[in-house]
């Protein structure tokens, strides 16, 4: 008879105790190999492959996790997009498997995180939503592990449920009026100046913008669909579900678009909409090169930035200010959650407390500069 041993956590008291699994009889199983195959297929193998063979350490979990959420091993299915992989892979690869790696998981303490997190927040200057990512990846780490039984299912094995950071950006990005951008629009060449139209017309990402094809574009419907995206030289999904939904084209961007259409030398259905002269075609253009060399400099010489001036400015920048400017409009919130496909009317909110505060601000400021004017000045 085939037996497989293997050690795990005992739920009633955290110890590690020796199971044992029966694989099958050598009378069908004549070889080790078919026994490990057995082993394999019934999905005991997550203990061999692991060495566990006492504590479970933290950098087991972390690996478990990216071999089967991350790697070759993850659902179809729930298959996350490049670059979120990329970006668990760093925080995994650079923070947490150097910090906790050889920590026993079920030693983590919630407190020891929480100083951490803010350590690292005020040594390298993180944002809040920075931080917050790190706290949540670690929380996928141990929930994971918990999902496989490497770890007990108990809300104690979690440390992570008692770790709060906060989560509020403390960015405020600059906003551009419709009378500054079309200054910036002036200051830039084709096709850098339809491109940045779409965006601050539509609230397409630039991702989005970059990801686009021609047989995306429905002149006759009047509308572009967003079908993927295009960041970090690779094709990826949208962003979220409700970035899918197509998006409005008036007649006066339509016009913009289709005399970009009949200029480029890639105007046929399957071509992309910005794409790449230097590599024929075959690829859309670069975010960050389209920023540096055509966005700033544009903004610049329409005076929104000065000369030099180190601040955040890109795409997504329009994006925001067509949502502030759909709020200062009296826009329902719906319609500018719809226009901007936010997946989570929080988010829409977010931007109409921030405008509204602007404007009450303008409201004081109003209401002061009438009480002083000459006129209404006490002898």
């Known amino acids: 008879m085939w037996v497989y041993h293997y050690y795990r956590t005992r739920e009633t008291d955290g110890h590690r105790v020796e199971n044992t699994v029966v694989v099958g009889a050598l009378s069908s199983l004549p070889r ?38 991350l790697g070759e091993l993850a659902e179809a299915d729930d298959q996350k997009s490049h670059t979120t992989i990329e970006r ?34 005020r040594m390298e200057n993180l944002e809040n939503p920075t ?4 706290r949540r990846v670690m929380n996928l780490v141990f929930k994971h592990g918990q999902t496989y039984g490497l770890i007990p299912r108990t809300g104690e094995a979690n440390p992570m449920m008692f770790v709060r950071v906060k989560t509020q950006s403390e960015y405020e990005a600059k906003i551009i009026t419709p009378e500054q951008c079309f200054k910036i629009l002036m200051a830039m ?47 990826g999904k949208s962003k979220t579900a409700a970035s899918k939904a197509p998006v409005p084209m008036v007649p006066l961007l339509a016009g913009f678009i289709r005399q970009w259409q009949e200029q480029t030398p890639y105007g046929q259905p399957p071509d992309w909409v910005f794409a790449s002269t230097r590599l024929k075609g075959k690829r859309p253009r670069v975010a960050n ?78 209401m002061l500069a009438a009480m002083m004017t000459p006129s209404n000045a006490v002898n």
């Not at 650079?94 to 919630?110: S, T, Y």
């Not at 409009?329 to 226009?339: H, L, R």
């Open 32 to 69: 080790e190999k078919d026994a490990w195959a057995e082993v394999e297929h019934r999905g005991l193998d997550r203990y061999h492959e692991l060495g566990l063979t006492g504590r479970v350490m933290f950098g087991d979990l972390a690996r478990h996790y990216i071999k089967y959420e």
């Open 88 to 121: 668990y892979l760093q925080i995994l690869n650079n923070r947490l498997i150097p910090r906790w790696g050889n920590r026993p998981a079920l030693e983590v303490e919630p407190l020891e995180i929480m100083q951490w997190l803010k350590a690292s927040k």
């Open 131 to 134: 931080v917050d990512k790190i």
């Open 189 to 235: 060449p084709q096709p850098e100046r339809t491109l940045t139209m779409i965006i601050a017309a539509t609230g397409l990402r630039i991702s989005e913008c970059l990801g686009l094809q021609w047989a995306d574009v429905d002149y006759d419907n009047q509308q572009v669909f967003v079908r993927r995206s295009w960041t970090g030289g690779k094709v």
């Open 289 to 366: 090169m389209l920023v540096e060399d055509y966005l700033r400099p544009a903004a610049v010489k329409a005076g929104v930035l000065k000369k030099g001036e180190k601040v955040r400015f890109g795409f997504h920048n329009l994006r925001h200010s067509l949502a502030s400017f759909l709020v200062r409009k009296g826009t329902d919130v719906k319609t500018v959650q719809k226009m901007l496909r936010h997946s989570d009317v929080s988010t829409t909110l977010g931007i109409y407390a921030h405008s509204m505060s602007e404007d009450r601000l303008a409201a004081q400021d109003e």
